[in-house]
């Protein structure tokens, strides 16, 4: 119980450094595509939200890369559980299954999220401790996937909302070089105008 309190733990100053960092790089972007552009306020209040949506995803994140490193030693507690009730040539019956499934949640609590409810059939006692590792690896790669997609979306609407919020001497490339031709355009108007 302490390993798994201690895993669960070790995520959230991880999980905050890499939002941070993605904080920092998000900004640096908008600054630099936006030269012209003072942030409000409320631009900092949607970072900081921002920053705590990320938070939370970069630890679970985190925590599931975790747990997919620890994969091998879940299979090793399980194999034990399995030899301990069955011989290795026994066919497991998915409710056998299930119950094993349910004494691995009652000793690692936190793998409920990720295999609870998966139907473990045509295994054997020695093949099941590996099907339910592999597809723990396999679930925990696709959560991973969606909180990165999470992470993007999160990214996308406050990119949207932090340069809506910019001071309106905002400009950005197109009105630069607005700004640009038209100070060109004065430029000749003036020399025109001497020259006569």
């Not at 920053?51 to 030693?73: A, E, P, R, W």
């Not at 559980?81 to 066919?91: G, N």
């Not at 056998?96 to 793998?111: H, Q, V």
């Not at 001071?167 to 020259?195: L, N």
Request: glycine letters at 6%; proline letters at 3%; one cysteine or more.
């Amino acid at each position: 119980m302490w390993n798994l309190l201690q895993l669960s733990l070790s995520s959230i100053p991880w999980g905050i450094f890499i939002a941070m960092a993605c904080m920092a790089l998000f900004f640096v972007l908008i600054k630099g595509w936006y030269k012209d552009a003072t942030l409000s306020p409320i631009s900092y209040i949607v970072g900081a939200v921002l920053f705590l949506f990320l938070s939370f995803q970069c630890i679970l994140i985190v925590g599931s890369i975790k747990i997919i490193n620890t994969t091998d030693y879940y299979e090793v507690q399980i194999t034990r559980i399995v030899d301990s009730i069955y011989d290795a040539s026994d066919d497991i019956s998915l409710r056998e299954a299930d119950d094993i499934l349910k004494e691995i949640i009652d000793r690692y609590p936190i793998l409920q999220y990720y295999i609870e409810g998966g139907e473990f059939t045509g295994y054997t006692a020695k093949t099941l401790p590996h099907g339910i590792a592999n597809a723990l690896k396999s679930f925990m790669r696709w959560y991973i996937f969606r909180r990165l997609l999470w992470c993007l979306a999160f990214v996308a609407v406050g990119a949207y909302c932090v340069i809506k919020t910019m001071s309106k001497q905002y400009g950005g490339p197109q009105r630069r070089s607005a700004i640009r031709r038209e100070s060109v355009h004065q430029k000749r108007k003036r020399i025109s105008r001497t020259r006569r």
